[in-house]
């Protein structure tokens, strides 16, 4: 017997773009953007996260209440990894949590925007070696 693919659900078309973090409850506004503006894409394919010195690849899903992600990625030179969550609200705001894998947490608000005129670059990757950029997708 074969066995039966396991399908996602898509993510919603509300959800779909870049979004704009404008306030973190971990870190001050003014320092959101020491990267370049401080985004998130949600398409469902080759996702990124730029925020401070943190720069990662993001995967969503759809989860009860809004969508879910994992995400890796690299603040400044360190390996981090985690998860987090993040809703609609009635205003059109993104709500949200990251969580890292060591147990730091940080709530956050996103509006939409526009995709940034030069691409999020690609979080170091660790499989080819500390220090070494990933192939920009």
Do not use: C, K
Not at 76 to 94: M, P, Y
Not at 100 to 116: C, I
């Amino acid at each position: 017997m074969m066995p039966l693919a396991v399908t996602r659900a898509p993510i919603p078309p509300e959800y779909h773009g870049w979004w704009r973090i404008t306030s973190a409850s971990r870190w001050r506004t003014d320092e959101l953007d020491e990267l370049g503006p401080a985004l998130v894409s949600i398409t469902g394919a080759d996702d990124r996260l730029r925020m401070l010195a943190f720069l990662a690849n993001v995967r969503w899903r759809r989860g009860r209440a809004g969508l879910v992600f994992a995400w890796s990625g690299a603040w400044q030179l360190d390996r981090v990894t985690g998860t987090g969550g993040a809703r609609l609200t009635r205003s059109g705001r993104l709500h949200g949590r990251f969580e890292l894998a060591h147990g730091d947490r940080s709530s956050f608000v996103a509006e939409r925007a526009a995709a940034p005129a030069v691409p999020i670059a690609a979080p170091i990757s660790y499989g080819a070696g500390r220090g070494e950029r990933g192939s920009a997708r």
